[in-house]
């Protein structure tokens, strides 16, 4: 197993919340989570623990855009980075830039960009960071949920909040095929998740 990496300060501070997906039930629109990453660690690591915050049990592949824009190869960060069949830019790697390094939308950083889960049923996430703290807190572990309205999904009908839920599950190989529009095959990966087995799904 990899060695964990030492959060490095400064941690920031993401709102992120539910803006529509495959049979998203009324009021999901309401829902929200804030979660901490450190700077050091990736768009990657951000992108992870979005599915988690939210209780998605399937893992899939997943692309933050940061225009806002759906399927905009131009300010994608994707999960995995490949070509697409049909031509165009390759999407830069989400796991190759730390947080440090990203350079967020809106002249202070902090406009709201895209986070679309599932190329398939294509969940989409309205991510705005909202502060970034100077200090990490001694003993954390990062990503973390930090606060919450709304349940779970897809479900959502649980309103909780939550302070310093640990979001580092990631861990067993699970096999994903997901196709985005303008591909002409399945694609299949290796992704990590946790607990949640290896599960086979199909999109065709």
């Avoid at 990736?42 to 623990?49: E, F, P, Q, R, V």
């Avoid at 759906?70 to 830039?97: C, F």
């Avoid at 479900?155 to 640990?166: D, F, L």
């Amino acid at each position: 197993m990899p060695r964990r990496r030492r959060p490095e300060p400064p941690i920031y501070t993401f709102r992120v919340r539910i803006l529509g997906g495959y049979d998203a039930p009324p009021g999901a629109t309401e829902v929200w989570r804030e979660i901490e990453v450190a700077a050091n660690q990736t768009l990657a690591d951000l992108g992870n623990a979005i599915p988690l915050a939210f209780d998605f049990d399937d893992p899939h592949l997943w692309s933050f855009f940061f225009s806002g824009k759906a399927w905009d190869r131009a300010t994608e960060y994707a999960l995995h980075s490949e070509a697409n069949l049909l031509g165009g830019a390759r999407p830069r790697a989400a796991g190759r830039i730390q947080l440090r390094e990203a350079s967020f939308p809106g002249t202070t950083g902090k406009k709201e960009f895209l986070f679309l889960f599932d190329y398939g049923d294509e969940w989409h996430f309205g991510v705005k960071l909202q502060r970034v703290t100077e200090q990490a807190e001694s003993g954390a572990q990062y990503p973390r949920v930090v606060a919450s309205q709304g349940g779970s999904s897809p479900s959502i009908s649980r309103p909780r909040r939550r302070r310093g839920r640990s979001l580092t599950a990631f861990s067993t190989a699970s096999l994903v095929c997901d196709t985005p529009p303008g591909q002409l095959i399945v694609r299949a990966h290796l992704i990590l998740a946790q607990p949640f087995g290896c599960v086979s799904n199909g999109r065709f």
